[in-house]
C-alpha cells in the first residue's frame, strides 16, 4: 500500500458551494461520506450498485439508466457469498449488492418491488438535476485496487470522464457542474482543471473497521474546501 497520508487535502479545482453533492459511485464510500458529512448529499440510483467503467457509467446517465439491472441481464455473481445477495449486469456494466434479500430469496418476487424503487429514485434524480444551479459529483472509479477491478486504462479513464463530464453537463443544464474522480493512478491528477478535479485514492488494510480510522481521514480530506468542510478535526472539536 502507497503512503495516503502524501496526497493533499482538498483539491482547489472543485472548492466552492454547491447546492447538492451526488454520488456517481462505483462502489458505497462517495455516498457513505458526503452522507456522514452532512454536505448536502440526496439519494441517486448509482449510490449502493458497483460500477464497472466510466464508459459505462456514462452510457447509464445517457439512457436514464433504464437499461440498468434489468432482469433478463441479471446473473448471480460470488453465490457463496455469506453476506450480500449479489447480482451482475454484464450488459450494463453494474452490480447489485445490497438489493436483494439473502434469505429465502426469491428473485422473480422481489424483482418489480427492486425495479419500482430503482426507477422512482432514477427519475427524481434526473428531475433534480434538471433544475439545480450547481452541483458536485463524487466518482470512485475501480471497486478494487487488483488487475481484475481495471476495466480501462489511464488513458481511458481520462478519455471517458471527460466524456462523462459533457454528458453530466447536458443533463444539468442550468448547473455550474463539478466533477471530482479517485482513481488508482498518480498521473490523472495533472489533467484536473477547473471543474474537473482528479485525486489519488488508496487501498486500507483490514485492521479497521470499513471508513473509519484512516480511511475515513484520506476519504474526508478530498472534499476539504466543499461546502464548508474544513476536515474531520474541526468536525470533531465543534461536536
Known amino acids: 500500500m502507497s503512503n495516503p497520508l502524501s496526497v493533499q487535502a482538498g483539491n482547489p479545482y472543485i472548492a466552492g458551494n ?4 451526488h454520488s456517481l459511485g462505483m462502489d458505497c464510500r462517495p455516498r457513505h461520506l458526503t452522507r456522514q458529512l452532512d454536505l448536502g448529499c440526496r439519494r441517486g440510483p448509482f449510490d449502493w ?36 445477495r449479489k447480482y451482475a ?20 418476487r422481489e424483482y418489480p418491488i427492486f425495479r419500482e424503487k430503482f426507477d422512482g429514485i432514477c427519475a427524481r434524480f434526473f428531475t433534480e438535476l434538471a433544475s439545480l444551479d450547481s452541483v458536485l459529483f463524487f466518482l470512485s472509479v475501480a471497486m478494487e485496487e ?3 477491478w481495471q476495466f480501462e486504462t489511464p488513458d481511458e479513464i481520462l478519455a471517458n470522464t471527460l466524456a462523462l463530464k459533457a ?7 442550468n448547473a455550474k457542474v463539478g466533477l471530482l474522480v479517485a ?14 478535479a482528479f485525486t489519488r485514492k488508496y487501498t486500507f488494510d483490514n485492521d479497521e473497521p470499513w471508513m473509519e480510522g484512516r480511511e ?5 480530506d478530498m472534499l476539504v474546501g466543499v461546502n464548508g468542510f474544513s476536515g474531520l478535526s474541526a468536525v470533531k472539536e465543534s461536536a
Open 216 to 220: 475515513l481521514q484520506h476519504w474526508s
Open 146 to 148: 487488483h488487475a481484475d
Open 49 to 84: 450498485i458497483g460500477g464497472r467503467s466510466v464508459a459505462d457509467l456514462d452510457r447509464a446517465l445517457q439512457t436514464r439508466c433504464k437499461e440498468v439491472l434489468l432482469l433478463e441481464n441479471l446473473t448471480p455473481y460470488e453465490p457463496d457469498c455469506k453476506e450480500y
Open 89 to 108: 449486469d454484464p450488459s450494463a456494466g453494474y452490480l447489485s449488492a445490497h438489493d436483494f434479500a439473502l434469505e429465502n430469496h426469491d428473485l422473480a
Open 18 to 21: 454547491y447546492s447538492r453533492i
Open 183 to 196: 482513481t488508482f493512478h498518480d498521473e490523472l491528477s495533472e489533467h484536473s482543471r477547473p471543474g474537473l
Open 167 to 173: 454528458t453530466l453537463e447536458q443533463v444539468c443544464p
